[in-house]
């Protein structure tokens, strides 16, 4: 089996910072791209960051220049670093992850709640 647990939401006022982090655990061979997306109330979820194997990252343009994805493939851990939040970002973020293994495919983590608020 294959789980992926994300960690460090949370309540931050605009222009805070958060660090997310993502870990893939289980029976696992080779994790290649990892990423993280959001969905906000009302509206659909959407790409906000992703990473390769190769650790090259891409970015949507709402978070390019404040969002910083990075990984550690000993741990099968993906990180998000927040930074100079908005009311916009608020949302909650899924890590996704391509995993080879036993039952290869895509999976998803259970999400984290990011409320930035005054």
């Known amino acids: 089996q294959v789980q992926v647990v994300e960690a460090g939401g949370g309540l931050v006022q605009p222009g805070g910072s958060l660090r997310l982090s993502c870990t893939a655990s289980?029976?696992?061979?080779?994790?290649?791209?990892m990423g993280w997306y959001r969905q906000a109330p009302g509206k659909e979820r959407e790409l906000v960051a992703v990473i390769t194997s190769g650790a090259s990252p891409n970015y949507a343009d709402s978070v390019k220049g404040r969002f910083t994805i990075s990984r550690d493939g000993a741990k099968n851990m993906v990180y998000l670093q927040m930074n100079n939040l908005k009311p916009e970002d608020t949302a909650v973020y899924y890590c996704?992850?391509?995993?080879?293994?036993?039952?290869?495919?895509?999976?998803w983590g259970q999400g984290t709640q990011v409320t930035v608020s005054s």
């Open positions: 289980g029976s696992i061979r080779r994790i290649n791209d």
């Open positions: 996704n992850a391509a995993i080879i293994s036993g039952v290869s495919g895509t999976f």
